[in-house]
């Protein structure tokens, strides 16, 4: 998703929390058209009131690659009002992030994610995390491992994962081999430049 796209949910957050139930057609529509997986759904689903819904779908929805907006203003089918206040606002938005993808330094590649780095990874990924860690070669025991230590907290489970990644691979445990694994799991690579900036 591009950068002004992204800057649009981010401005108008508060009020799709307010007008739009993801609950039925959305996040369907979203399923069928491959923009969300099974565990996004069921993540959505478990939150246990709509605006968290919502919330959690435009969380999700960023990492989700090129297509991800226009699909969602598709799937605003029963929210006309909606998908024509988006479109306006789309129009109306200039770019303030012209740089989308720039390429990284080798240098960088070769070095390993630091804290803050890791931090920052864990902040822009959804439930799709657990198929990122067993991309980067963890098991599922070391994924539950992560779930039962951080129990309510998402992120912190997240940031666990990758610190024990970083661990078992040492030296391996390279930028260029996380930015792989997200790549291989389609994470929109805005979210490897937020992690480096």
């Given at each position: 998703m591009d950068a002004r796209d992204k800057q649009l949910l981010r401005s108008l957050r508060l009020e799709l929390c307010t007008e739009v139930l993801v609950d039925?057609?959305?996040?369907?529509?979203?399923y069928?058209?491959?923009i969300l997986t099974d565990s996004h759904v069921q993540e959505i689903k478990s939150q246990t009131t709509s605006q968290r819904k919502t919330m959690m779908l435009l969380d999700i929805?960023?990492?989700?690659?090129?297509?991800?907006?226009?699909t969602f203003l598709d799937s605003l089918q029963e929210f006309p009002w909606v998908k024509d206040r988006l479109m306006v606002k789309?129009?109306?938005?200039?770019?303030?992030?012209?740089?989308?993808?720039?390429?990284i330094a080798p240098c960088i590649l070769k070095t390993s994610p630091t804290d803050q780095q890791l931090n920052k990874l864990a902040r822009r990924l959804g439930p799709e995390w657990e198929h990122i860690a067993?991309?980067?070669?963890?098991?599922?025991t070391d994924i539950y491992r992560c779930k039962v230590n951080h129990p309510h907290?998402?992120?912190?489970?997240?940031?666990a994962a990758f610190v024990l990644w970083r661990q078992h691979l040492?030296?391996?445990?390279t930028i260029q081999s996380l930015r792989a694994g997200l790549m291989a799991e389609e994470v929109?690579?805005?979210?490897?430049?937020?992690?480096?900036e």
């Open positions: 039925g057609v959305v996040i369907q529509y979203l069928q058209e491959g929805l960023p990492t989700r690659g090129p297509k991800a907006f226009d789309r129009k109306e938005m200039t770019v303030q992030d012209p740089a989308d993808v720039t390429e067993l991309c980067l070669g963890l098991s599922h907290n998402l992120q912190s489970q997240i940031v040492g030296k391996k445990a929109d690579p805005s979210v490897i430049q937020y992690m480096l």
